[in-house]
């Protein structure tokens, strides 16, 4: 089982940029499906991003393609989203989350092991 720690939020301005970073102990990190979800005040948990355990396929929201690029490095058992173009409907806390069951990489329920969150903050 991976334990995982989000990094790197805070507040930024209308069509700036934030990379967060999570980082994931356990020896098999590269044989889960990694995803980032977001939860804003009043919503549900929202899908972001999604990453292969080899990073050979990536998947994203609607809401955010474009504009976000996940990333991981297997060797320092690290995932990142690189987010640009930032708008105030970004703002959410994000959460990092790995599985390695099959099934849809876009639903809460694949993911078994999640991290605390990170806030993101994208005002004028």
């Known amino acids: 089982q991976v334990q995982l720690v989000e990094s790197g939020g805070g507040l930024v301005q209308v069509g700036g940029s934030l990379r967060l970073s999570c980082a994931a102990s356990g020896r098999t990190f590269n044989t889960h499906l990694m995803g980032w979800f977001r939860q804003a005040p009043g919503k549900e948990r929202e899908f972001v991003a999604a990453i292969t355990g080899n990073g050979g396929t990536r998947y994203y929201g609607d809401s955010v393609q474009g504009r976000f690029t996940i990333s991981r490095d297997n060797a320092k058992n690290t995932m990142h989203l690189q987010m640009n173009s930032l708008k105030p409907e970004d703002t959410a806390v994000y959460y990092c989350?790995?599985?390695?069951?099959?099934?849809?990489?876009?639903?809460?329920?694949?993911?078994?092991?999640w991290g605390q969150g990170t806030q993101v903050t994208v005002s004028s």
């Open positions: 989350a790995a599985t390695q069951r099959v099934g849809s990489y876009s639903q809460i329920s694949t993911y078994n092991r």
